[in-house]
């Protein structure tokens, strides 16, 4: 099953305009309310997830699934001014995402660096920022065929930090700010793409689990 594609922007009144999208495909996959309301919080947690590693963008949102299992796919593209450019150059130039708290700051960080260095290879790409996640993209699938190119995995994120945390401050500080996240405790995985100035969010929930 296959929702309908929902056009919307950063404006906050389309965003929440998204749960009508949700609530259709919630009743169409027969999820309880229970299931709904966990759907709904995963769709509006994707879409401030987007607000914050990009601020303004459009772009369209809809939702597969298949028994109790349900994938929530976002594109957006991102507002590339001048300014944000410089920006972007600036944090990958200065090794700032090396210190970033939280993990949405980790997020970011990781997002703005693949924007930036985009066309340059993913084997020198990854080696930069592999302790964040960076994933192999032969491993994921359920992108567009225009294909994104997979960046960050929450799987592999996840995995990587549970073997360092207890040998490791900084892992284990990564893995409590990972535990606040709604989307890091609710979903099951979370797949990042980036191709130039447009960014492809997966997000996979099964609620037969």
Same mark, same amino acid.
């Given at each position: &099953?296959?929702?309908?594609?929902? &056009?919307?922007?950063?404006?906050?009144?389309?965003?929440?305009?998204?749960?009508?999208?949700?609530?259709?495909?919630?009743?169409?996959?027969?999820?309880?309310?229970?299931?709904? =309301?966990?759907?709904?919080? =995963?769709?509006?947690?994707?879409?401030?997830? $987007?607000?914050?590693?990009?601020?303004?963008?459009?772009?369209?949102?809809?939702?597969?699934?298949?028994?109790?299992?349900?994938?929530?796919?976002?594109?957006?593209?991102?507002?590339?001014?001048?300014?944000?450019?410089?920006?972007?150059?600036?944090?990958?130039?200065?090794?700032?995402?090396?210190?970033?708290?939280?993990? &949405?700051?980790?997020?970011?960080?990781?997002?703005?660096?693949?924007?930036?260095?985009?066309?340059?290879?993913?084997?020198?790409?990854?080696?930069?920022?592999?302790?964040?996640?960076?994933?192999?993209?032969?491993?994921?699938?359920?992108?567009?065929?225009?294909?994104? $190119?997979?960046?960050?995995? =929450?799987?592999?994120?996840?995995?990587? =930090?549970?073997?360092?945390?207890?040998?490791?401050?900084?892992?284990?500080?990564?893995?409590?700010?990972?535990?606040?996240?709604? $989307?890091?405790?609710?979903?099951?995985?979370?797949?990042?793409?980036?191709?130039?100035?447009?960014?492809?969010?997966?997000?996979?929930?099964?609620?037969?689990?």
């Amino acid at each position: &099953m296959k929702s309908e594609v929902f &056009m919307l922007n950063s404006d906050a009144g389309r965003m929440a305009a998204a749960r009508y999208v949700t609530e259709e495909f919630a009743r169409g996959l027969g999820l309880d309310k229970h299931e709904s =309301l966990r759907l709904e919080l =995963l769709t509006e947690e994707t879409l401030g997830m $987007v607000k914050a590693l990009v601020d303004d963008f459009y772009g369209q949102i809809w939702f597969e699934g298949e028994g109790k299992r349900c994938e929530i796919h976002l594109q957006a593209t991102a507002d590339m001014n001048t300014d944000r450019r410089e920006e972007l150059l600036s944090i990958s130039s200065s090794g700032r995402n090396a210190a970033a708290k939280g993990f &949405m700051a980790m997020l970011k960080d990781v997002v703005s660096g693949a924007m930036h260095s985009f066309g340059r290879s993913m084997n020198d790409y990854g080696r930069e920022v592999a302790r964040y996640g960076i994933v192999n993209p032969a491993d994921v699938g359920g992108f567009a065929v225009d294909a994104m $190119v997979p960046i960050w995995s =929450l799987q592999t994120y996840r995995t990587g =930090l549970e073997t360092q945390r207890l040998d490791n401050a900084e892992a284990d500080a990564a893995w409590d700010e990972l535990e606040k996240s709604i $989307v890091g405790k609710l979903a099951d995985d979370v797949v990042v793409g980036v191709k130039g100035d447009r960014i492809e969010i997966v997000i996979t929930k099964d609620f037969a689990r």
